[in-house]
């Protein structure tokens, strides 16, 4: 962890500046566990600090984001068990999430 640490103090150069390379946080295990997951612990708010919800599905929540890059940015998040990434989600719950997904881009679309 040391060596890890080390790097993560280091600057790279790079055109016009420089880049921090940040460490991880010191909770970032128990995020991982879902011990301290904001959005498991949130419930199913109408409104987050993600954003407003739009579209709230059998396994997802969509929120429209305040804060983003494109009007019109939607942030959909899992509602089952804690996972980290959509990879950890098993046939099924990958199927599921994956359906509503779809289904909230092409409501964007037509919005």
Known sequence: MAQHDDFARRSLGAPGGRIEIMSWP????DRLTGAVCRFCTEGRPSESRVGLRFHAGEVTDAYLARRAMARGYAVVIWRGR???????LS??????????VLRVGAQRAHA
Do not use: I, K, L, Y
């Open 26 to 29: 010191d909770d970032w295990q």
């Open 82 to 88: 804690h996972v980290v990434e959509p990879h950890h």
């Open 91 to 100: 046939a099924e719950e990958s199927v599921r999430f994956h359906g509503e």
